[in-house]
């Protein structure tokens, strides 16, 4: 994908932020994410003809499968039950029956 600017007034990151803009808009078409892969951009003073002009090679790839969040561990369990046991929230009896389930020991 190739960009100019009509004049040398535009900043470059201007133009920049347009071409890839284009490109994501494209990726977004086909359901799939913008990549850049190589970009080639004009090096100032843009005077004389030699306006901010950016040259983007881009892919389009698979969006990757959203994460899911991780089961906490036993122990990440166990000390957010303590913390609830040392704050009052839980009662002593509620904490030693929540650690049993957890541990397996009914």
Partial sequence: MFQQAAT???SLQTVRAGVQKVATEFCSRKAKIYRGVSETAA?????LGNF????LQFECVDA??????LDPTPYEKLA??????DNGT????EFDREKSKILGTH
Avoid: N, S, Y
């Fill in 8 to 10: 040398g007034f535009v």
């Fill in 90 to 93: 839980l009662t002593q009896a």
């Fill in 64 to 69: 990757p499968p959203p994460q899911r969040a």
């Fill in 52 to 55: 901010p002009r950016v040259e």
């Fill in 43 to 47: 090096v100032p003073p843009f005077i």
């Fill in 80 to 85: 957010t039950l303590k913390q609830l046991l």
